[in-house]
């Protein structure tokens, strides 16, 4: 049928296809070059908060076309791999470990607070979620063969910790990666989900634990990240996807994405997956979404069943606006970068 088509006609679908190839390109903002970013939260098109190890915390009330840089005091060797960004003065950021912390500013990083702190052996904080300004989580490693978990009703000014008899399960070998603070998220107005990664890597919903179609069997491997779409509901979301990999071999594709349509009862691998290990994963749309890691940032456009690669260049987190459009990335040697998209 090809031959029918008129070379005009030819010429412009060609121009179209092209048009659609290049739609989204990465764009560098900024880079400290140094220390790495993993901590990543965006509170509208013009604000928007990151942090990393060596103490470093960055703000931009821009859209990041500038950025402040800030070291915190007295946590200078602290890596903050989470941030949640509420407006230009408010922000909270967590510590992983020795000890487990996280801290608030009221000022825009002038001053911080310990809102939180856990010295006890084996504490390690993996990701932070709030699902509105007031209520929060924050998930760590297993202790004693219970994930820990504290939540926040005023807006991380304040944490408690779960009682131990309400704390999931988790199987030997079994974690969370504090890869891009990302592996829990809320699925609806009052509940969260979270994914593991290491020997066994499942999606944990409710009493709900479902082992996901990804590469595990090693503590370098599974989940990485969850992504939920349409969360603000009563009902839980549908739309759920979920990246990670291997990440000592980010050049695996293999077993480094999952998609469900039914809210994580099932899941199913894409048709094309990303390519390599990925760290992070964001709905920009209900059918766009991107992923980034190592390995490259990619994009889908038919909710998450065929993948494309549109930059080589590595990050670990990648964020799109709470209340716009704006989408964000960032990674190693204190790299931010932009996604142009339509």
């Not at 978990?149 to 504090?178: T, V």
């Not at 390519?275 to 038919?302: A, F, M, N, P, Q």
């Not at 987190?317 to 704006?326: A, F, H, T």
Request: a neutral charge.
């Amino acid at each position: 049928m090809l031959r029918h088509i008129s070379h005009l006609t030819f010429i412009l679908i060609t121009l179209m296809i092209t048009e659609g190839l290049f739609s989204q390109r990465i764009i560098l903002l900024d880079s400290l070059q140094t220390g790495s970013i993993r901590g990543l939260s965006i509170a509208n098109n013009g604000i928007a908060w990151a942090s990393g190890n060596k103490g470093m915390v960055a703000r931009t009330t821009n859209g990041g076309t500038n950025w402040e840089w800030m070291q915190v005091k007295g946590f200078e060797h602290t890596d903050f791999r989470d941030i949640e960004a509420f407006d230009k003065n408010n922000a909270v950021i967590m510590g992983i470990d020795q000890p487990a912390i996280v801290l608030k500013t009221h000022d825009g990083g002038v001053h911080w607070q310990t809102v939180f702190e856990d010295n006890r052996k084996g504490m390690f904080l993996d990701a932070m979620a709030f699902w509105n300004e007031q209520s929060g989580i924050v998930i760590g490693d297993p202790i004693d063969g219970k994930v820990f978990i504290a939540r926040s009703f005023d807006g991380g000014d304040s944490w408690q910790s779960l009682p131990q008899n309400e704390l999931p399960a988790a199987e030997k070998g079994e974690a969370m990666f504090a890869a891009s603070g990302t592996n829990i998220s809320p699925i609806s107005l009052s509940e969260a989900a979270f994914v593991t990664g290491g020997t066994l890597s499942r999606y944990f919903y409710r009493d709900k634990k479902i082992v996901l179609p990804l590469l595990q069997g090693k503590e370098t491997t599974g989940a990485n990240s969850l992504a939920v779409y349409g969360n603000k509901k009563r009902k839980p979301a549908q739309h759920l996807m979920v990246v990670g990999g291997d990440f000592t071999n980010d050049s695996l594709s293999q077993g480094n994405c999952a998609i469900s349509s039914d809210g994580g009862a099932t899941w199913k691998a894409p048709v094309v997956p990303p390519k390599g290990y990925k760290s992070c994963v964001e709905y920009i749309t209900e059918k766009k979404l991107i992923t980034c890691g190592t390995s490259g940032v990619d994009i889908s456009e038919d909710g998450g069943m065929h993948w494309r690669q549109i930059s080589p260049l590595s990050f670990h987190v990648c964020r799109k606006s709470k209340k716009g459009n704006l989408v964000l990335l960032a990674g190693k040697d204190g790299r931010i970068a932009k996604l142009e998209w339509e």
